[in-house]
């Protein structure tokens, strides 16, 4: 006969529902740290990595318009064509690459669907990815979820985080097939030259690699201009560009992104697309549109203020004592607190508890991000003020024990 006990044990829990590999990933380290975040009064937060701009009204016009006119129907699976022969155009334009928009070209729901596509269209169970580190906290987990096996490949701050050929040679096995990139970096603002991709493009090619390229941060360059990998000789066919409206074009919440690479790719991206989300709403794709043909100025002027301040932040980092490595990208800074002897998470915690400012602990974005904290410096000029000073003043309580 069965006991109650027994028959309280026999009892499943939910979580014995969940598959596997959703049980293994563990919850995003910035929302971890945000949740305190959220419950602090008198907090400046350097840690969300979008624009405080607002987009551009024209943009935000054209998307009521498209409203007023009663435009709420799907589009193509693969999005407006006038918005792909735009994103085309403009990439041609700016990056050097050329992609024919009729079936090289998809629009996704943010670069970070595109992503998602891009590696379950490519994945067989047991896949290795290889994945710059430190670098945004996605890409593994969606690795993960794929049945792909992330392979971080460490970083440094006296390379300026640059990728090397000698580092990705020796993370490459047999069951090596695919190389996420994000330059321009988030966390670590790092950029790649010609000079610098060079090698790694011949590494590519001489171990048959894929390439993801999320270039989502491609327009917020300080000095060198943007070089795509995609235009690099015999990475076109090689390479799934990945980008977006989010960041240039201040349109985080309207979730615009596309992926652009050769038609096989992009066809079976465009299969798992039609039987997930369908399309990408019709007003975020008309918005979009709009910011490609009439938004640069705004696009330029945002570019400019954020140069601004990633100076400010990386004096004022300096003078306080933390080493900062130059970003030339993106709109963070990845200050070292080695100096204080105390692990990023501590670092962190003490800075949110004492000084009241909130930033992202490194070791969340992987190999090498330890003994580091990521600063997003896209706020005012006021608030990073006010925050460089009270990161001053905790680092002066810290030395004084």
């Known amino acids: 006969m069965i006991t109650e006990e027994e028959k309280r044990k026999s009892v499943k829990s939910m979580q014995d529902y969940l598959a596997p590999q959703v049980r293994a990933i563990p919850p995003s380290g910035i929302r971890k740290f945000f949740d305190l975040v959220s419950a602090s009064k008198d907090v400046i937060s350097l840690g969300v990595g979008?624009?405080?701009?607002?987009?551009?009204?024209?943009?935000?016009?054209?998307?009521?318009?498209?409203?007023?006119?009663?435009?709420?129907?799907?589009?193509?699976?693969?999005?407006?064509?006038?918005?792909?022969?735009?994103?085309?155009?403009?990439?041609?334009?700016?990056?050097?690459?050329?992609?024919?928009?009729?079936n090289e070209v998809l629009?996704?729901?943010?670069?970070?669907?595109?992503?998602?596509?891009?590696?379950?269209?490519?994945?067989?169970?047991?896949?290795?990815?290889?994945?710059?580190?430190?670098?945004y906290v996605s890409y593994s987990p969606i690795c993960s979820l794929t049945g792909g096996v992330p392979v971080g490949i460490e970083t440094f701050a006296k390379d300026e985080f640059k990728l090397t050929a000698e580092s990705l040679r020796a993370s490459i096995t047999e069951r090596s097939k695919i190389l996420v990139l994000c330059y321009p970096s988030n966390p670590t603002g790092a950029i790649m030259t010609r000079e610098d991709w060079l090698p790694i493009a011949k590494v590519v090619e001489e171990?048959?690699?894929?390439?993801?390229?999320?270039?989502?941060?491609?327009?917020?360059?300080?000095?060198?201009?943007?070089?795509?990998?995609?235009?690099?000789?015999?990475m076109?066919?090689?390479?799934?560009?990945?980008?977006?409206?989010?960041?240039?074009?201040?349109m985080t919440g309207w979730r615009m992104g596309y992926a652009c690479g050769h038609p096989d790719i992009i066809s079976a991206m465009l299969k798992i697309h039609q039987y997930t989300v369908m399309c990408a709403?019709?007003?975020?794709?008309?918005?979009?549109?709009?910011?490609?043909?009439?938004?640069?100025?705004?696009?330029?002027?945002?570019?400019?203020?954020?140069?601004?301040?990633?100076?400010?932040?990386?004096s004022g980092f300096r003078e306080i004592g933390l080493q900062?490595?130059?970003?030339?990208?993106?709109?963070?800074?990845f200050p070292s607190i080695q100096s204080t002897g105390m692990t990023s998470e501590a670092f962190a915690q003490?800075?949110?508890?004492?000084?009241?400012?909130?930033?992202?602990?490194?070791?969340?974005?992987?190999?090498?991000?330890?003994?580091?904290?990521?600063?997003s410096y896209a706020y005012s000029v006021t608030q990073l003020s006010e925050a460089l000073d009270r990161i001053g003043q905790y680092m002066h309580r810290l030395k004084q024990g």
């Open 324 to 333: 900062c490595h130059e970003p030339q990208g993106a709109f963070y800074a």
């Open 50 to 102: 979008e624009p405080d701009f607002v987009t551009p009204w024209h943009v935000r016009d054209a998307a009521v318009y498209a409203l007023e006119r009663g435009r709420t129907s799907y589009t193509s699976n693969a999005g407006m064509i006038e918005l792909r022969e735009a994103i085309a155009e403009y990439l041609h334009r700016e990056f050097q690459t050329t992609y024919e928009p009729t």
């Open 281 to 314: 709403p019709v007003m975020g794709q008309i918005a979009a549109l709009e910011a490609l043909t009439n938004g640069m100025e705004e696009k330029d002027r945002m570019v400019e203020s954020y140069n601004q301040r990633r100076r400010l932040v990386v």
């Open 207 to 234: 171990h048959d690699l894929l390439v993801i390229s999320d270039e989502i941060y491609a327009e917020l360059t300080y000095g060198e201009k943007h070089v795509s990998f995609a235009a690099l000789p015999g």
């Open 350 to 375: 003490g800075l949110l508890t004492d000084a009241r400012v909130a930033a992202v602990p490194g070791n969340v974005f992987g190999l090498g991000g330890e003994g580091f904290l990521r600063c």
């Open 107 to 135: 629009v996704t729901v943010g670069g970070s669907e595109a992503i998602d596509l891009a590696l379950r269209a490519l994945i067989v169970p047991g896949d290795e990815v290889l994945i710059p580190e430190p670098c």
């Open 236 to 250: 076109k066919d090689r390479t799934i560009l990945v980008s977006g409206f989010s960041k240039a074009f201040a």
